[in-house]
């Protein structure tokens, strides 16, 4: 399997992306499209908030006592 990145801004690249959707063994993935990977804004911040949060040194030794 193979990434191919086109730039959709110009016309001819257009028509090679209609041409590649009519190929049976190759498949266009759109980037608006609604089941595209998201991220989720609250998870972000979540992890932001434990980026500035003191961490706690835990001794290896010990752990399992």
Excluded: C, G, H
């Excluded at 089941?35 to 998870?43: G, V």
């Amino acid at each position: 399997m193979a990434t191919v990145i086109i730039d959709t801004s110009t016309n001819e690249a257009k028509r090679l992306v209609d041409y590649l959707k009519t190929l049976r063994f190759a498949k266009v993935l759109d980037e608006n499209r609604e089941d595209a990977p998201t991220y989720n804004p609250e998870f972000v911040d979540m992890i932001k908030q434990r980026e500035k949060q003191a961490s706690v040194k835990v001794d290896i030794d010990n752990i399992w006592k």
